[in-house]
């Protein structure tokens, strides 16, 4: 939070570190992809895993970094930012992409990620009503963090199998990726510090308590990335991209991010049960949308934004009514 006689900065410091976080985030994936490419790495790879990561940056910058800060509202940025993410990327992200152009699935791409996100957001529940990621966050931490690499492991397994799929693509000057790497890193860190301080610093002075500002505000902010790259993807009519991006990013997010950031502090997922189920409910509810027709219609698309719509005033105002 900012020093007393410097709130009046936390609103321009939030954009300041949203923009931080989309540009850092959008030039460390260009620059990770045409590095990869030029190191040979398969396509598949280079889709889901590097691209996944990417656009997952923020979450992890702000979760694992709030974290590891240990401040008395850590727990409540790490755990509401990436429940808000995933949230948004399903509901926000994909609403915006259909929107954009209907989106069009592979079969192919259903059947291999639409149940890995399933099992890794049921384990999450399961994880928090047994308190695996409180009491128990270390032992939470360390099986969520084997589940991320066996996820990895299973890729790169199928990236194997799918070599022959792999495209070439036009890499430019091998240093000039890498400082776009090392400016990419450097925004997001920037940036998710100055969300974390800006975001915690807001909440106090409108009396809201933070993990609803990190499901809202801040949840949002790191879900640009996803935004930008799956809306582009639509519009370029690259729909395994657009959705593949999604789906990959919500499984960073629940494995490998919530995992790190419960290796440091418990996350208080029990009292925030009622947003595990949520977000459960929310992937049961996208996936007949991806396997009926295997198209996001513009219809569905705006359907989903009605829900995210409703989500926001649960956040603000309905959990009020209920707990």
């Known amino acids: ?35 990869a490419v030029q190191l040979g790495i398969s396509a598949l790879i280079i889709s889901v895993l590097l691209v996944g990561f990417g656009t997952s940056a923020p979450e992890f910058a702000i979760s694992v970094g709030a974290a590891a800060q240990n401040n008395p509202n850590s727990a409540d940025i790490s755990l509401g930012n990436i429940v808000g ?16 152009r209907p989106i069009k699935i592979k079969k192919g791409v259903i059947k291999r990620e639409v149940p890995i996100l399933l099992i890794a957001t049921l384990i999450l529940l399961v994880f928090s009503y047994f308190s695996l990621l409180d009491d128990y966050h270390i032992y939470g931490g360390i099986l969520f963090l084997i589940f991320f690499t066996l996820f990895i492991w299973f890729f790169i397994y199928c990236a194997k199998k799918e070599r022959d799929l792999q495209k070439k ?33 807001i ?80 992937t049961v509810i996208i996936v007949p949308i991806l396997y009926t027709g295997h198209t996001i219609s513009r219809v ?8 995210y719509s409703v989500f926001i005033w649960y956040i603000f105002f309905g959990r009020a009514m209920f707990f």
């Open 1 to 35: 939070m900012f020093p007393v006689g410097l709130e009046i900065i936390a609103i321009p410091a939030f954009i300041l570190g949203i923009i931080l976080l989309y540009k850092g985030s959008d030039i460390l994936v260009d620059g990770t992809v045409k590095i």
């Open 85 to 100: 993410s995933c949230v948004a990327n399903l509901l926000l992200v994909l609403g915006i992409s259909a929107i954009v």
């Open 169 to 201: 693509y036009e890499t430019g000057d091998r240093r000039k990726n890498l400082l776009f790497i090392i400016l990419g890193i450097a925004g997001v860190v920037i940036g998710a510090w100055l969300l974390i301080e800006s975001s915690t610093t």
């Open 203 to 282: 909440a106090c002075l409108l009396g809201v308590p933070t993990f609803f500002i990190a499901l809202s505000m801040v949840a949002i902010g790191t879900s640009l990335p996803e935004l930008v790259v799956s809306a582009m993807a639509a519009y370029k009519n690259e729909s395994d991209v657009a959705v593949g991006n999604v789906l990959g990013s919500n499984v960073f997010n629940i494995l490998l991010i919530l995992g790190a950031a419960a290796l440091f502090i418990p996350l208080g997922a029990v009292a925030s049960f009622d947003h595990m189920i949520i977000l459960l409910g929310v």
């Open 300 to 307: 569905e698309g705006v359907g989903m934004l009605v829900l």
